[in-house]
């Protein structure tokens, strides 16, 4: 079945870089997102990478991408005590023959930064 | 641009009532996605809209209904609430095409007593 897994917990402290860990079981994902929640707060898009790449890089973030173990990481440098949120990684679809573009979360990392 | 917009933003409901939630998509989208977050955990699909077409379904049972309209806004309905139907729904608009990025509103709070 379709099942996303990352760890739940990451504690960084403010200027270091953090890293975060996702796997994923669905192969025809196309598209790989990556969301931020806030507390009591809507899902914030970060940035996303199509499945033929390897790496994309958005500012303070890189998204690498290994297809073949179905694993992704986030890489936010110079992390800030504002980045203190949840993170989820999301595999979809987009939008190829209309098929329907489900996102599969799992429980998300909860990621602390210590000022 | 505007951006995906939820209301209410709280409900409380009791056991056997039935609800209403309504999304109103960003501009120029034209499909919208349901999701049940249950504390604690990540959001699961329920559906998706994609031109006024139920256009794939999770693994929700049929008290779970949706809407979309012609100017692309969306309902969720759920009928005879469970205690388990506390959760945050989220809706997201997208563009039904290319990354077809979805983009969440705020949520809307059910608890059921």
């Known amino acids: 079945g379709e099942d996303v897994e990352q760890s739940l917990f990451l504690s960084v402290r403010e200027g270091d870089s953090s890293v975060i860990n996702c796997t994923y079981t669905d192969s025809s994902s196309t598209y790989l997102y990556w969301y931020k929640q806030e507390p009591g707060a809507g899902l914030q898009l970060l940035t996303y990478i199509f499945s033929n790449m390897d790496m994309k890089q958005d500012q303070r973030l890189t998204v690498l991408l290994n297809k073949k173990d179905k694993h992704l990481s986030l890489r936010i440098a110079d992390t800030q005590t504002g980045d203190s949120a949840i993170y989820f990684c999301?595999?979809?679809?987009?939008?190829?023959?209309?098929?329907?573009?489900?996102?599969?979360f799992g429980t998300g990392t909860l990621l602390a930064v210590q000022p | 641009e505007t951006g995906v917009t939820q209301s209410p933003t709280h409900l409380i409901k009791t056991r056997g009532q039935q609800v209403t939630l309504r999304c109103s998509s960003q501009?120029?989208?034209?499909?919208v996605s349901w999701y049940q977050q249950a504390l604690g955990q990540g959001p699961q699909f329920i559906f998706q809209?994609?031109?006024?077409?139920?256009?794939g379904r999770g693994n929700f049972p049929p008290r779970f209904s949706g809407l979309q309209f012609p100017n692309y806004s969306s309902e969720l309905n759920v009928n005879a609430l469970e205690l388990d139907d506390s959760a945050l729904y989220l809706c997201?608009?997208?563009?039904?095409?290319?990354?077809?990025?979805?983009?969440f509103g705020p949520g809307t709070r059910l608890t059921v007593l």
């Open positions: 999301a595999p979809g679809r987009g939008n190829y023959g209309g098929a329907t573009n489900k996102l599969i």
């Open positions: 501009s120029g989208h034209n499909t």
């Open positions: 809209y994609y031109r006024e077409e139920e256009n």
């Open positions: 997201a608009s997208s563009s039904g095409q290319g990354a077809n990025e979805q983009f």
